[in-house]
């Protein structure tokens, strides 16, 4: 699949997912925004970007960043922030699962890593464990954003 198919089953994958869950899925009317979808999680709509996530050596790896050409500015790499939406979700389709980050815990990165497999090496430290955002909890991050907000 090339990258523009690989977004759209993400963004399926995603959707249903959170159908599955009993969550409200909205989608906006028009493309090219920052985000692809709107979770309605209790009484609030969180603004959701959907990402495609690669499962290499025990660990899923999500691209963040855009790029583009402009012709007044150069080379422009974009990333995302807390102003433009609240959940990165991945789709990893090896796994056939869905994860959501804050993006309070990614804020301006431009790539996330979530550790599926223990290092070899040992680390113990600085580790973001896939685990700790399966998809089964988004409806807790209604919850997380506005207790950091």
């Given at each position: 699949?090339?990258s523009?198919?690989?977004?759209?089953v993400?963004e399926?994958?995603?959707?249903?997912?959170?159908a599955?869950?009993?969550?409200?899925?909205?989608?906006p009317m028009?493309?090219h925004?920052r985000?692809?979808?709107v979770?309605?999680v209790?009484?609030?709509?969180?603004?959701?970007?959907?990402?495609?996530?690669?499962?290499?050596?025990?660990?899923i790896?999500?691209?963040l960043?855009?790029?583009?050409?402009?012709?007044?500015?150069g080379?422009?790499?974009?990333t995302?922030?807390?102003s433009?939406?609240?959940?990165?979700?991945?789709?990893v389709?090896e796994?056939?699962?869905?994860?959501?980050i804050?993006i309070?815990?990614?804020?301006?990165?431009?790539?996330?890593?979530?550790?599926?497999?223990?290092?070899?090496?040992?680390?113990?430290?600085?580790?973001?464990?896939a685990?700790d955002?399966?998809?089964?909890?988004?409806?807790?991050?209604?919850?997380?954003?506005?207790?950091?907000?």
């Amino acid at each position: 699949m090339n990258s523009n198919e690989k977004g759209n089953v993400a963004e399926l994958k995603i959707a249903a997912a959170a159908a599955d869950l009993g969550i409200s899925v909205l989608r906006p009317m028009t493309e090219h925004g920052r985000y692809d979808l709107v979770f309605e999680v209790g009484d609030q709509f969180l603004k959701v970007q959907c990402k495609w996530g690669a499962l290499r050596n025990g660990v899923i790896r999500a691209n963040l960043a855009g790029c583009r050409v402009s012709p007044t500015q150069g080379y422009i790499r974009s990333t995302y922030d807390a102003s433009e939406i609240d959940v990165i979700a991945i789709y990893v389709g090896e796994l056939e699962r869905c994860y959501a980050i804050p993006i309070d815990a990614i804020n301006a990165r431009t790539a996330v890593h979530l550790r599926i497999d223990p290092p070899k090496n040992g680390q113990r430290g600085a580790i973001n464990w896939a685990a700790d955002y399966e998809f089964g909890a988004v409806a807790q991050l209604a919850e997380r954003r506005a207790g950091s907000a």
